[in-house]
């Protein structure tokens, strides 16, 4: 611990930042395309390009975005996307409680502007850092921005481009979502236990949306996965390193 | 063009502005909650279900309760997911889709 902690204070100089720069450059060409497709279909659901923009660059999560685009209506039901957005960014929490004893010498103000944009590639590529030594701030922020800047760049192109691309079904773009969501869920697979959590989330889903109105199936379906996950704990050694499934978007 | 290009509705400034703060909060919690909670192991467990909980709640609906293509299309995806990279799964699932919407419209 002391030998990392030695190691991290000559950690500070740009070459880390080049050196993040440089770790999520082979990213860009996953990210880029969910961008422009994000972009495309929020055009269609009626947001301007600003809009988009203003969204990607407050919000910064690409996977609740496409949450709350999915709910998405006219009137807006603002507290029903602002509150489904929490839920699908709750994974933050244990993202930011895992990695924040793993940090070089940050100053507070770092942590809080840094944390900003702990999106879950940063999060992982930070926590595969700080397997070798503590993660300093420059090559967080190199990590951080160039995601931040490929995700507004790729969405602002996606929605000046879905302007004039049309219904989205046509091209079986409105299926774009589930193929998006089904991929992530894979991301998550840690074996059969994770299968019952899906299954009781994906049933108590199902059911609620058939006998309640407006988006409470995405609350139903998430206290159901959570109570399958707690009925289905074991009491064993405590690891953060479970949550390494927990990558992509 | 352009004034439709830097339009924003009030509402939805709001709605995103009310996305933001709460997704802020999840990302400095960590930041908060280290310094005063350990977590137990079953909050730990139940937290960690969340994430793939919600999307699954998410796609639910569409994968499992719209119709045989959409269906087909989602274990398509899912088994696609396993072996390749996630942008070709999202194809395979897309054009199956849509192949199987086709071929039901023809019959």
């Known amino acids: ?33 969910i961008g422009l497709l994000f972009g495309a279909l929020a055009a269609q659901k009626g947001l301007s390009p600003l809009e988009v923009l203003l969204m990607g660059s407050l919000v910064f999560a690409g996977g609740s975005q496409f949450v709350a685009l999915d709910l998405w209506s006219t009137p807006v039901l603002w507290f029903t996307i602002a509150f489904s957005t929490f839920l699908v960014n709750l994974r933050h929490v244990l993202m930011s409680a895992s990695l924040a004893p793993k940090l070089g010498h940050w100053t507070p103000l770092q942590k809080y502007i840094g944390f900003f944009i702990l999106a879950d590639e940063v999060w992982a590529l930070s926590e595969r850092r700080a397997m070798k030594q503590r993660t300093s701030f420059s090559f967080y922020m190199g990590v951080g921005a160039t995601l931040y800047i490929t995700w507004q760049i790729a969405t602002f192109t996606g929605s000046l481009v ?69 009925i289905q704990h074991e009491e064993k050694p405590k690891s953060l390193s479970k949550f390494e499934g927990a990558q992509q978007l | 063009m352009i004034s439709e290009i830097f339009s924003v509705d009030p509402l939805v400034l709001f709605t995103i502005v009310a996305m933001a703060l709460g997704t802020y909060l999840t990302r400095i919690a960590g930041l908060i909650l ?4 350990v977590f137990s192991d079953r909050t730990e467990a139940a937290l960690q279900a969340v994430p793939p909980a919600i999307l699954m709640s998410v796609v639910a609906p569409m994968a499992f309760a719209t119709g045989v293509a959409e269906t087909t299309a989602t274990a398509a995806t899912a088994l696609a997911a396993l072996k390749l990279p996630m942008l070709a799964a999202m194809a395979i699932g897309i054009v199956c889709v849509v ?8 019959i």
């Open chain 1, 1 to 33: 611990m002391k030998n990392n902690q030695n190691k991290s204070v000559t950690n500070t100089s740009p070459n880390e930042f080049i050196l993040g720069v440089t770790t999520f450059f082979p990213l860009i060409f996953a990210v880029a395309p």
């Open chain 1, 162 to 230: 879905g302007a004039v691309m049309g219904d989205p079904s046509q091209y079986g773009l409105d299926f774009a979502f589930t193929a998006l969501f089904i991929c992530l869920v894979m991301n998550f697979w840690q074996g059969r236990k994770t299968g019952v959590i899906l299954a009781a989330s994906g049933l108590a889903a199902v059911l609620t949306n058939k006998f309640v109105p407006g988006a409470w199936y995405i609350i139903a379906g998430a206290i159901a996965g959570v109570v399958a996950a707690s």
């Open chain 2, 34 to 37: 280290t310094k005063f909670v």
């Open chain 2, 99 to 106: 192949v199987l919407r086709t071929a039901f419209l023809a």
